[in-house]
Protein backbone atom coordinates (compact mmCIF):
# COMPACT_ATOMS: atom_id res chain seq x y z
CA UNK A 1 0.00 0.00 0.00
CA UNK A 2 1.48 3.65 -0.84
CA UNK A 3 1.40 5.72 1.75
CA UNK A 4 -0.86 8.76 2.34
CA UNK A 5 1.17 11.82 3.95
CA UNK A 6 -1.04 14.67 5.07
CA UNK A 7 0.49 17.46 7.05
CA UNK A 8 -0.74 18.86 9.62
CA UNK A 9 -4.21 20.95 10.00
CA UNK A 10 -4.77 24.44 11.10
CA UNK A 11 -6.26 27.81 10.27
CA UNK A 12 -8.85 28.13 12.85
CA UNK A 13 -11.41 30.55 13.44
CA UNK A 14 -12.26 32.47 15.75
CA UNK A 15 -15.23 30.78 18.27
CA UNK A 16 -16.77 34.12 19.18
CA UNK A 17 -17.68 35.20 15.90
CA UNK A 18 -21.02 33.40 16.08
CA UNK A 19 -23.14 30.37 14.90
CA UNK A 20 -22.31 31.33 11.02
CA UNK A 21 -18.55 31.37 11.63
CA UNK A 22 -17.30 28.42 10.17
CA UNK A 23 -13.67 26.93 10.79
CA UNK A 24 -11.02 25.88 8.27
CA UNK A 25 -8.22 23.62 8.00
CA UNK A 26 -5.29 23.19 5.19
CA UNK A 27 -2.92 20.35 4.55
CA UNK A 28 -1.72 18.84 1.34
CA UNK A 29 -0.84 15.25 -0.11
CA UNK A 30 2.66 14.49 -1.01
CA UNK A 31 2.19 11.67 -3.05
CA UNK A 32 -1.01 10.92 -4.79
CA UNK A 33 -1.88 7.01 -5.20
CA UNK A 34 -2.24 5.89 -9.48
CA UNK A 35 -5.32 5.97 -11.24
CA UNK A 36 -7.11 2.85 -10.78
CA UNK A 37 -10.07 1.05 -12.45
CA UNK A 38 -12.80 -1.33 -12.23
CA UNK A 39 -14.83 -3.90 -14.20
CA UNK A 40 -17.49 -0.91 -14.11
CA UNK A 41 -19.11 1.22 -11.85
CA UNK A 42 -22.23 0.47 -9.92
CA UNK A 43 -23.35 3.75 -7.97
CA UNK A 44 -26.83 4.68 -6.62
CA UNK A 45 -27.99 8.54 -6.59
CA UNK A 46 -30.98 8.68 -4.23
CA UNK A 47 -32.97 12.15 -2.78
CA UNK A 48 -36.15 10.45 -1.23
CA UNK A 49 -36.90 7.83 1.01
CA UNK A 50 -37.13 5.18 -1.69
CA UNK A 51 -34.32 1.72 -1.43
CA UNK A 52 -32.33 0.97 -4.65
CA UNK A 53 -31.94 -2.23 -5.84
CA UNK A 54 -29.16 -4.40 -4.98
CA UNK A 55 -26.18 -4.97 -7.41
CA UNK A 56 -25.05 -8.56 -9.06
CA UNK A 57 -21.74 -9.71 -8.95
CA UNK A 58 -20.11 -12.46 -9.70
CA UNK A 59 -16.90 -14.35 -9.18
CA UNK A 60 -14.23 -15.56 -11.72
CA UNK A 61 -14.11 -18.60 -13.04
CA UNK A 62 -11.19 -20.73 -14.52
CA UNK A 63 -11.02 -23.54 -16.93
CA UNK A 64 -8.81 -26.87 -16.24
CA UNK A 65 -6.97 -28.21 -19.11
CA UNK A 66 -5.32 -31.69 -19.21
CA UNK A 67 -2.34 -32.27 -20.87
CA UNK A 68 -0.86 -35.84 -23.23
CA UNK A 69 2.02 -38.02 -21.94
CA UNK A 70 4.89 -38.64 -24.47
CA UNK A 71 4.18 -41.72 -25.61
CA UNK A 72 0.58 -40.00 -26.46
CA UNK A 73 -1.73 -41.79 -24.04
CA UNK A 74 -3.39 -38.92 -22.44
CA UNK A 75 -2.69 -38.78 -19.08
CA UNK A 76 -5.92 -38.98 -16.68
CA UNK A 77 -5.18 -34.92 -15.66
CA UNK A 78 -5.56 -33.21 -12.56
CA UNK A 79 -8.89 -34.77 -10.56
CA UNK A 80 -12.27 -32.78 -10.83
CA UNK A 81 -12.32 -30.42 -8.18
CA UNK A 82 -16.19 -30.15 -8.37
CA UNK A 83 -15.95 -27.56 -10.33
CA UNK A 84 -15.60 -23.53 -9.81
CA UNK A 85 -15.71 -22.33 -6.42
CA UNK A 86 -17.22 -19.35 -4.54
CA UNK A 87 -14.84 -17.02 -3.38
CA UNK A 88 -13.95 -16.74 -0.18
CA UNK A 89 -16.09 -13.83 0.91
CA UNK A 90 -16.12 -11.48 3.92
CA UNK A 91 -17.46 -13.66 6.57
CA UNK A 92 -19.49 -10.67 8.24
CA UNK A 93 -16.51 -8.37 8.35
CA UNK A 94 -16.94 -4.98 7.62
CA UNK A 95 -14.93 -1.96 8.50
CA UNK A 96 -17.24 0.96 9.36
CA UNK A 97 -15.60 4.58 9.09
CA UNK A 98 -17.35 7.78 9.58
CA UNK A 99 -16.70 11.04 8.38
CA UNK A 100 -19.25 13.66 10.05
CA UNK A 101 -18.34 17.78 9.10
CA UNK A 102 -18.72 19.20 12.54
CA UNK A 103 -19.21 22.69 11.02
CA UNK A 104 -21.41 25.17 12.51
CA UNK A 105 -24.67 24.18 10.08
CA UNK A 106 -24.86 20.47 11.11
CA UNK A 107 -26.55 20.00 14.32
CA UNK A 108 -29.64 18.66 11.96
CA UNK A 109 -28.28 16.44 9.71
CA UNK A 110 -26.46 14.76 12.52
CA UNK A 111 -29.53 14.44 14.58
CA UNK A 112 -31.03 12.63 11.71
CA UNK A 113 -27.84 10.38 11.56
CA UNK A 114 -27.94 9.19 14.98
CA UNK A 115 -31.77 8.33 14.21
CA UNK A 116 -31.06 6.41 11.36
CA UNK A 117 -28.21 4.21 12.73
CA UNK A 118 -30.22 1.46 14.77
CA UNK A 119 -31.90 0.65 11.70
CA UNK A 120 -28.84 0.44 9.74
CA UNK A 121 -26.95 -1.86 12.32
CA UNK A 122 -30.12 -4.17 12.46
CA UNK A 123 -30.20 -5.00 8.90
CA UNK A 124 -26.60 -5.77 8.46
CA UNK A 125 -27.00 -7.93 11.62
CA UNK A 126 -29.77 -9.54 9.92
CA UNK A 127 -27.76 -9.96 6.44
CA UNK A 128 -24.84 -11.58 8.01
CA UNK A 129 -24.56 -14.34 10.83
CA UNK A 130 -21.87 -13.52 12.42
CA UNK A 131 -21.59 -9.50 11.82
CA UNK A 132 -17.93 -8.33 12.92
CA UNK A 133 -17.53 -4.77 12.91
CA UNK A 134 -15.50 -2.23 13.42
CA UNK A 135 -16.97 1.36 13.54
CA UNK A 136 -14.75 4.79 13.27
CA UNK A 137 -16.26 8.06 13.41
CA UNK A 138 -12.95 10.23 12.26
CA UNK A 139 -11.89 13.21 14.05
CA UNK A 140 -12.37 16.21 11.67
CA UNK A 141 -12.59 19.05 14.58
CA UNK A 142 -9.34 18.07 16.16
CA UNK A 143 -9.60 21.48 18.37
CA UNK A 144 -8.31 20.58 21.51
CA UNK A 145 -6.03 23.09 23.52
CA UNK A 146 -6.76 25.23 21.21
CA UNK A 147 -6.81 28.89 22.58
CA UNK A 148 -10.04 29.77 20.49
CA UNK A 149 -11.69 27.76 22.68
CA UNK A 150 -10.09 26.66 25.83
CA UNK A 151 -7.83 29.89 27.18
CA UNK A 152 -10.41 31.81 29.04
CA UNK A 153 -13.53 29.82 28.09
CA UNK A 154 -16.26 31.08 29.89
CA UNK A 155 -15.13 34.96 28.71
CA UNK A 156 -14.82 33.91 25.38
CA UNK A 157 -16.54 31.45 24.45
CA UNK A 158 -19.87 31.79 26.21
CA UNK A 159 -21.78 29.32 23.47
CA UNK A 160 -19.51 26.38 24.11
CA UNK A 161 -20.02 26.75 28.18
CA UNK A 162 -19.03 22.46 28.23
CA UNK A 163 -16.24 22.43 26.51
CA UNK A 164 -13.43 20.22 28.78
CA UNK A 165 -11.54 22.97 30.05
CA UNK A 166 -8.92 21.62 32.68
CA UNK A 167 -9.32 17.96 31.02
CA UNK A 168 -6.26 16.79 29.89
CA UNK A 169 -6.40 14.91 26.42
CA UNK A 170 -4.90 11.94 25.15
CA UNK A 171 -2.48 11.72 22.72
CA UNK A 172 -5.17 11.21 19.61
CA UNK A 173 -7.23 13.53 20.45
CA UNK A 174 -6.11 16.07 18.61
CA UNK A 175 -4.87 14.02 15.73
CA UNK A 176 -6.90 14.84 12.31
CA UNK A 177 -8.41 11.29 11.02
CA UNK A 178 -7.76 9.50 13.92
CA UNK A 179 -11.05 7.85 15.77
CA UNK A 180 -12.80 10.64 17.89
CA UNK A 181 -13.51 9.14 21.72
CA UNK A 182 -14.27 12.75 23.10
CA UNK A 183 -15.65 14.77 20.84
CA UNK A 184 -15.86 18.54 22.01
CA UNK A 185 -17.55 22.17 21.41
CA UNK A 186 -20.93 23.02 20.98
CA UNK A 187 -23.71 20.20 20.57
CA UNK A 188 -20.64 17.49 20.56
CA UNK A 189 -20.40 14.43 22.95
CA UNK A 190 -17.93 16.55 25.60
CA UNK A 191 -17.42 13.78 27.30
CA UNK A 192 -14.94 10.71 26.97
CA UNK A 193 -17.22 7.70 25.02
CA UNK A 194 -17.20 4.27 26.97
CA UNK A 195 -15.97 1.91 24.66
CA UNK A 196 -15.30 -1.41 25.68
CA UNK A 197 -12.61 -2.15 22.80
CA UNK A 198 -10.09 0.48 24.52
CA UNK A 199 -9.75 1.03 21.21
CA UNK A 200 -10.44 4.25 19.38
CA UNK A 201 -13.13 2.36 17.02
CA UNK A 202 -16.39 -0.10 18.31
CA UNK A 203 -15.95 -3.90 18.33
CA UNK A 204 -18.39 -6.94 18.55
CA UNK A 205 -19.40 -6.98 22.15
CA UNK A 206 -19.90 -3.26 22.54
CA UNK A 207 -22.36 -2.30 25.72
CA UNK A 208 -25.56 -0.41 24.24
CA UNK A 209 -24.11 -0.24 20.72
CA UNK A 210 -26.41 2.61 19.80
CA UNK A 211 -25.44 4.99 23.17
CA UNK A 212 -21.68 4.27 22.21
CA UNK A 213 -22.60 5.51 18.21
CA UNK A 214 -24.15 8.37 19.63
CA UNK A 215 -21.27 9.37 21.18
CA UNK A 216 -18.55 9.14 18.89
CA UNK A 217 -20.87 10.49 16.26
CA UNK A 218 -21.73 13.92 18.23
CA UNK A 219 -19.27 15.11 16.59
CA UNK A 220 -20.48 18.52 17.37
CA UNK A 221 -20.96 21.89 15.70
CA UNK A 222 -17.37 23.71 16.28
CA UNK A 223 -15.02 22.46 13.89
CA UNK A 224 -14.90 22.08 10.61
CA UNK A 225 -15.80 20.08 7.29
CA UNK A 226 -13.41 18.40 5.01
CA UNK A 227 -14.96 15.21 4.98
CA UNK A 228 -12.87 13.76 2.19
CA UNK A 229 -9.80 14.94 3.63
CA UNK A 230 -10.69 13.61 6.67
CA UNK A 231 -11.44 10.16 4.87
CA UNK A 232 -8.34 10.16 3.57
CA UNK A 233 -6.66 11.04 7.12
CA UNK A 234 -7.96 8.29 9.16
CA UNK A 235 -7.20 5.78 5.85
CA UNK A 236 -3.30 6.55 5.93
CA UNK A 237 -0.89 3.82 6.30
CA UNK A 238 0.91 5.41 9.90
CA UNK A 239 -2.16 6.19 11.77
CA UNK A 240 -3.27 2.20 10.77
CA UNK A 241 0.06 1.24 11.77
CA UNK A 242 1.25 -0.36 15.05
CA UNK A 243 1.33 2.22 17.55
CA UNK A 244 -0.64 4.28 15.36
CA UNK A 245 -4.32 5.74 16.90
CA UNK A 246 -6.36 3.32 14.60
CA UNK A 247 -4.09 0.63 14.54
CA UNK A 248 -5.96 -2.52 13.88
CA UNK A 249 -8.89 -1.04 12.20
CA UNK A 250 -8.21 -1.15 8.81
CA UNK A 251 -8.37 -5.73 8.49
CA UNK A 252 -7.51 -7.02 4.97
CA UNK A 253 -9.98 -9.56 5.15
CA UNK A 254 -12.86 -7.02 5.79
CA UNK A 255 -14.97 -4.84 3.30
CA UNK A 256 -13.94 -1.24 3.68
CA UNK A 257 -17.27 0.87 4.13
CA UNK A 258 -17.38 4.39 4.36
CA UNK A 259 -19.79 7.02 5.34
CA UNK A 260 -19.37 10.72 4.64
CA UNK A 261 -21.80 13.34 5.52
CA UNK A 262 -21.41 16.99 4.95
CA UNK A 263 -23.98 19.89 4.06
CA UNK A 264 -21.72 21.43 1.65
CA UNK A 265 -19.55 20.22 -1.60
CA UNK A 266 -16.55 19.92 0.52
CA UNK A 267 -14.72 21.88 -2.16
CA UNK A 268 -11.66 22.91 0.09
CA UNK A 269 -10.33 19.00 1.03
CA UNK A 270 -6.86 18.53 -0.10
CA UNK A 271 -6.87 16.54 -3.82
CA UNK A 272 -9.13 16.14 -6.06
CA UNK A 273 -12.51 13.67 -6.16
CA UNK A 274 -10.21 11.23 -8.25
CA UNK A 275 -7.28 11.43 -5.83
CA UNK A 276 -10.67 10.58 -3.38
CA UNK A 277 -11.42 7.60 -4.85
CA UNK A 278 -7.97 6.47 -5.51
CA UNK A 279 -7.10 6.26 -1.86
CA UNK A 280 -10.17 4.36 -0.87
CA UNK A 281 -9.26 1.59 -3.10
CA UNK A 282 -5.66 1.83 -2.04
CA UNK A 283 -6.69 1.19 1.27
CA UNK A 284 -8.38 -2.30 0.50
CA UNK A 285 -4.63 -3.16 -1.72
CA UNK A 286 -6.20 -2.00 -4.89
CA UNK A 287 -9.11 -3.83 -5.16
CA UNK A 288 -11.97 -1.45 -5.78
CA UNK A 289 -14.68 -4.40 -5.15
CA UNK A 290 -13.76 -4.07 -1.66
CA UNK A 291 -15.10 -0.67 -1.05
CA UNK A 292 -18.66 0.62 -0.27
CA UNK A 293 -19.50 4.31 -0.08
CA UNK A 294 -22.14 6.47 1.18
CA UNK A 295 -22.00 10.31 0.80
CA UNK A 296 -24.79 12.32 2.25
CA UNK A 297 -24.34 15.52 0.97
CA UNK A 298 -26.02 18.45 -0.28
CA UNK A 299 -28.05 18.12 -3.65
CA UNK A 300 -28.91 21.80 -5.09
CA UNK A 301 -26.61 20.59 -8.29
CA UNK A 302 -29.70 18.60 -9.33
CA UNK A 303 -33.12 20.08 -10.17
CA UNK A 304 -35.12 17.17 -8.49
CA UNK A 305 -32.69 17.75 -5.51
CA UNK A 306 -34.29 17.95 -1.76
CA UNK A 307 -32.41 20.81 -1.36
CA UNK A 308 -33.61 23.25 -3.73
CA UNK A 309 -31.56 23.80 -7.04
CA UNK A 310 -28.78 26.29 -7.90
CA UNK A 311 -28.43 26.09 -11.39
CA UNK A 312 -24.49 25.16 -11.20
CA UNK A 313 -23.05 22.93 -14.24
CA UNK A 314 -22.59 19.19 -13.67
CA UNK A 315 -19.11 17.94 -12.66
CA UNK A 316 -19.01 20.94 -9.81
CA UNK A 317 -20.43 18.91 -7.10
CA UNK A 318 -17.09 17.07 -6.13
CA UNK A 319 -19.01 14.56 -3.15
CA UNK A 320 -21.02 13.72 -6.14
CA UNK A 321 -17.91 13.46 -8.27
CA UNK A 322 -16.25 10.86 -5.66
CA UNK A 323 -19.60 8.69 -5.76
CA UNK A 324 -19.06 8.75 -9.10
CA UNK A 325 -15.70 7.45 -9.50
CA UNK A 326 -16.25 4.75 -6.74
CA UNK A 327 -17.74 1.71 -8.87
CA UNK A 328 -20.08 0.40 -5.70
CA UNK A 329 -21.64 4.08 -3.76
CA UNK A 330 -24.89 5.48 -2.87
CA UNK A 331 -25.65 9.43 -2.79
CA UNK A 332 -28.19 10.36 -0.66
CA UNK A 333 -29.68 14.20 -0.01
CA UNK A 334 -28.86 15.98 3.40
CA UNK A 335 -32.05 17.63 3.23
CA UNK A 336 -34.08 14.64 4.13
CA UNK A 337 -36.28 15.66 6.60
CA UNK A 338 -37.16 12.06 6.76
CA UNK A 339 -33.38 11.04 7.89
CA UNK A 340 -31.45 8.75 5.71
CA UNK A 341 -32.76 5.37 6.56
CA UNK A 342 -33.50 4.64 2.97
CA UNK A 343 -29.77 5.38 2.22
CA UNK A 344 -28.21 3.38 4.78
CA UNK A 345 -30.57 0.42 3.75
CA UNK A 346 -29.22 0.64 0.15
CA UNK A 347 -25.88 0.71 0.96
CA UNK A 348 -26.54 -2.18 3.21
CA UNK A 349 -27.83 -3.76 0.05
CA UNK A 350 -24.64 -3.14 -1.64
CA UNK A 351 -22.56 -4.01 1.46
CA UNK A 352 -23.81 -7.80 1.27
CA UNK A 353 -23.36 -7.50 -2.84
CA UNK A 354 -19.74 -7.07 -2.18
CA UNK A 355 -19.35 -9.69 1.08
CA UNK A 356 -20.61 -12.38 -0.89
CA UNK A 357 -17.77 -11.81 -3.66
CA UNK A 358 -15.08 -10.00 -1.61
CA UNK A 359 -11.56 -11.55 -1.70
CA UNK A 360 -8.96 -10.81 0.49
CA UNK A 361 -5.73 -9.38 -0.74
Not at 2 to 8: D, H, K, V
Request: hydrophobic share 35%; proline share 8%.
Amino acid sequence: MRRLALATLAALAACNDGPEQQSGFGSSITTAPPATTSSGPDTSTTTSSSTGAAEDSAAASTANSSTSSAGGIPDGGAPPDGGDKPPQGCGGKVDLLFTISSQSTMKLAQGWLKSSFPGFIDTLESEFGDFDYHILSANTSPLWGHPVLCAGCKDICPEVPEYPCGVTPEPCDTIAGAGVTYPIGEDASNKRCDLASGLRYITPGQPDLEEAFSCIASVGTSGAPLVAEMTMAALADEINAPGGCNEGFLRDDALLVVVAIQDTWDEDSVGTAQDWANALVEAKGGDPDAVVLLVIASDTDDPDGLCGYSGVPPGYHKLRTWTELVPHSVFGSICNEQGYAAYFAEAATKIKAQCDVFVPQ
